[in-house]
Each structure stands twice: as structure tokens, then as C-alpha cells.
């Protein structure tokens, strides 16, 4: 599909404004939250297609839902769950995979031939789980991801649908975020959807707390993507944006980091200082941002709800039943990643080894997970496993902060990149980062930061050659 210009709408606004009527009419009449994102989503969507071109409208409507997967869910056949990403991630892969095929990506990509063998690593742990259906659900995400790599490597040949992408991704993390605000102001007994435990944090104020989930599955796992959100439009900050997009950018960063606060994660605190960090390190040269940080980590922090704060005192004082029960987590995963150095447990074993020969007590606080991205994944996947998820670490932040001369202008979205990479890198040390959502982002970060590197590459080369000469007139 060519690309409709924004002015063919102007000139005929009914077919803007009918579908929005109509969606804002379904969604007063049925009034559940996911009737309304039901109706939305696929009236974003044509938007997009129609603003973007089909193949690149399709991609910005899929990284904005990420956020939004539990919500946009519908059961069929009972247990079987039908996602709509799912439903548009493979439809635009069909289509990008018949114009391009595997064979450029698996000849050109180093990360994404390491999502192979981490795919071939999870199916072969599928023979010992203990547990089928979860390691096969695992080896589905993992799937997923590295098709959202794919779609990423193959359609992100810019900086300019880099910067629509992340863009995209802080835009669909902004209803997530105020849905999330709004649960934060809840009684503790009012209905929540299904899709999540209703999570209390207890002692740590005069009442109880929702430690919201918004459209999550789970408190940690909301956190987590809000701090790489965070980061991410820290970074988007410093792109060549319009004054409106800059602002709204702006602002959805703010909302993010207001709705991490009241999820109660001290590592959602640490994920977001560490964006912070992240951002002074990026910006070291501009003096006003270096003094601008220390001032908005500390006031973050003295912002931060009261039930928070005594958390993170607990925190570090040792007080916090929390600390002692990740520790507790550590030492049974190492001791299973000991014992399973060659190809670990296995996805569908990890619950099963942890709650079984190697549990060694019965405090509810205590996770049935390693509680650290690494160290879940020396788990599931043995030594293989977590030395080839060190080096796709190692990689991305090698390619999005040495990409080359060639690629080193203001084109690209370095700093969201590096500092969207931190956030989520340095919360994950805290959370075994399963979530599927996470985990599609991390990916796609992963594919725009290998694009970026093979972008600084192709212009020198392409200098060298004479190609980036213009002609005489």
C-alpha cells in the first residue's frame, strides 16, 4: 500500500472522526476497560497504515500495543488465549518474510543468529521439562521475540523510523501508565480485572496499597517496562522532534515515572536512577544536565509515595523480608546452574527444581525464580545459555555506542538507545525479566541498535566508494 498523506485527511475528516465516534461509543456503552482498548486499537491502527504506508503503520500500531498485551486478549476455546500483537506480529512478518526471506538476516546478524540458538537451546530443554506446557509456552515468547527482531532489523533502515519507533513505544506505554495512576487512587476492594493477582503491599504506611499492575500481568513486570519507557524518553529527548512531539514525549516519560512510583518496586526506583544516570553519562559534555540529574534523582525519591520510601529504608537496613528472600533465590539458583552447567532445566523445569530438591525453606516470600535476567537464564538454558545472553548484552551496547563515524550524527536515536538499554538491563538484575512484553521491547532494542552499527558501516563504505559525493551540478 503507497503512503496516504496527512493532507488527503485534512481535506476529508469524517474518516478520522467517524471511527473515533464510534469507538468512544462502544466504549461508554459496554464500559469495561477492555471493550474501549478493543475498539481503539484497531482504529489506531488504520491510522497508522494509513498515515505510514501498510508494512510501517502495521509496525508502529505493534510496538505501541506491546504494552497493552493482556488487555487487547480474548479466550478462545477456554484456555487458549488469542493476543491481537500476536495477531499483527505474524501477519506483518508473513509479509516482510515473503519479501525478504532469513537468508540476509541470518548472513548479516551476529544477535540474531544467537536468538537462534537460544530458540534450538529452549526446544531441546523442552525434553526434560518437568513442566511442558510452561517451557512450551517459553519457547512461543522466544519465538516471538526473535520475530520481533526480525521485524525490526528488516523495516528500521533509518534513523527517522528508528525515532518513530521508540516514539511509538513511549506513546502505547502512556494509556498503560495512566490507567496505572488511576488504580494507585483505588480502595484496596474495588474490582480490578482478571488479568493480574491484586497485589497489597502491607506494612508500609497506615493502610494498605495497590501495587498496581495496570494492564500487566504482574507489579514487577509493569515496573520494569515502565523504567525502560522512562529511559527511552529521557533519550528521545535529545532526537530532532517537533516542539508538540518533544512535549509529548516529555510527558509520557513524567506519567511513567509517576506510575512506577506507585507500583512500590525499589528495583522500578533503581531502574529509573539508573536511566538517570545513564542520561548524564550520555549527556557529559552539556553542563546543565549534569546538574540537573543529582537534583531529579534526589527529589524522585523524596516525591515518592510514603510507603515507598519505608520499602527502600527496609531495603537498606535489612529489614525487608525482600532482601533476604532474593538471597535465599540466588544461592538455590546457582546451586541449580551448578549442578546443570551443560543445558540447565529447562523453561518448563525451573519451578519444578526451585520448589523441590533444591528448595531449602518454605517463607512464602521466596520465588519460585532466579530473580535475576542472567541467572534465570544460566538456569533454564545451562552455561550456553547465559554466556550467549551476556554477549547479546555485550553487542547492543557495543553497536549503540561505537556505531561508527558514519552514523554517529543526530539521525539516529543513540541516547534513547543507550539509556532505554540501561534502564532495562540494570532493573533486570533484581527480576528474572520473563515477561513477554519486556522482552519484545528488549529485542526490538537489540535489532535497531545492530541496524544502527551496519547504518555507520554501510556510509563509510559508502564514501569510500565515492557514493556519498555529490555530483557537480
Not at 129 to 157: D, M, P
Not at 331 to 356: C, K, N, T
Not at 366 to 381: K, P, S, T, W
Request: some cysteine.
Amino acid at each position: 500500500m503507497s503512503r496516504v498523506p496527512a493532507s488527503t485527511l485534512l481535506r476529508n475528516p469524517w474518516t478520522v472522526i467517524v471511527p473515533v465516534l464510534a469507538a468512544l461509543a462502544v466504549a461508554v456503552a459496554l464500559r469495561p476497560l477492555q471493550a474501549a482498548v478493543f475498539v481503539l486499537a484497531p482504529v489506531a491502527t488504520l491510522l497508522l497504515v494509513l498515515r505510514f504506508g501498510l508494512r510501517h503503520g502495521l509496525w508502529y500500531a505493534l510496538v505501541a500495543s506491546i504494552p497493552l498485551r493482556q488487555a487487547l486478549a480474548v479466550d478462545v476455546f477456554g484456555t487458549i488465549t488469542l493476543f491481537y500483537g500476536d495477531v499483527l506480529l505474524f501477519a506483518l512478518a508473513a509479509l516482510v518474510l515473503y519479501e525478504h526471506g532469513l537468508t540476509g538476516i541470518v548472513r548479516r546478524s551476529t544477535t540474531f543468529r544467537i536468538g537462534l540458538i537460544l530458540l534450538a537451546l529452549s526446544i531441546i530443554g523442552l525434553y526434560s521439562a518437568s513442566r511442558l506446557v510452561w517451557g512450551a509456552a517459553a519457547v512461543y515468547r522466544i519465538v516471538c521475540q526473535l520475530t520481533f527482531f526480525y521485524l525490526a532489523y528488516e523495516l528500521v533502515k533509518s534513523g527517522e523510523v528508528a525515532t518513530r519507533t521508540l516514539a511509538a513505544v513511549v506513546a502505547g506505554l502512556a494509556p498503560a501508565a495512566a490507567y496505572g495512576v488511576y488504580q494507585a487512587f483505588l480502595p484496596v476492594d474495588a474490582e480490578l480485572p482478571e488479568w493480574a493477582n491484586k497485589l497489597i503491599a502491607y506494612g508500609l504506611g497506615d493502610r494498605p496499597h495497590i501495587r498496581v499492575f495496570s494492564t500487566f500481568s504482574h507489579t514487577l513486570r509493569f515496573s520494569h517496562y515502565l523504567s525502560v519507557g522512562f529511559g527511552l524518553a529521557l533519550g528521545l529527548l535529545a532526537s530532532r522532534l517537533a516542539r508538540g512531539a518533544r512535549a509529548a514525549i516529555a510527558s509520557a516519560g513524567l506519567l511513567a515515572a509517576v506510575a512506577n512510583l506507585f507500583t512500590y518496586s525499589a528495583g522500578g526506583l533503581v531502574g529509573m536512577m539508573g536511566a538517570g544516570v545513564a542520561t548524564a553519562v550520555v549527556f557529559r559534555r552539556r553542563r546543565a544536565v549534569l546538574l540537573l540529574v543529582p537534583v531529579a534523582l534526589v527529589a524522585l525519591f523524596f516525591v515518592s509515595p510514603t510507603a515507598l520510601v519505608r520499602k527502600v529504608e527496609n531495603v537498606v537496613t535489612g529489614d525487608a523480608m525482600t532482601v533476604a528472600a532474593r538471597m535465599i533465590t540466588y544461592r538455590q539458583a546457582l546451586e541449580v546452574a551448578r549442578d546443570h552447567p551443560l543445558l540447565g532445566v529447562g523453561w518448563g523445569g525451573i519451578r519444578s527444581a526451585l520448589e523441590g530438591s533444591y528448595r531449602i525453606t518454605r517463607a512464602y516470600e521466596v520465588a519460585f525464580a532466579a530473580e535475576n535476567y542472567f541467572l534465570q537464564r544460566a538456569v533454564a538454558l545451562g552455561l550456553p545459555g547465559l554466556l550467549l545472553t551476556l554477549a547479546a548484552a555485550w553487542l547492543f551496547f557495543r553497536n549503540v555506542t561505537r556505531p561508527g563515524p558514519g552514523a554517529s550524527g543526530g539521525a539516529w536515536p543513540r541516547a534513547a538507545l543507550v539509556i532505554g538499554g540501561a534502564a532495562f538491563y540494570i532493573q533486570a538484575q533484581f527480576f528474572p525479566a520473563a515477561e513477554p512484553a519486556s522482552n519484545y521491547l528488549l529485542w526490538t532494542l537489540l535489532a535497531i541498535g545492530e541496524r544502527l552499527r551496519s547504518a555507520g558501516a554501510e556510509s563509510l563504505v559508502a564514501v569510500a566508494s565515492g557514493e556519498g559525493e555529490s555530483s557537480p551540478r
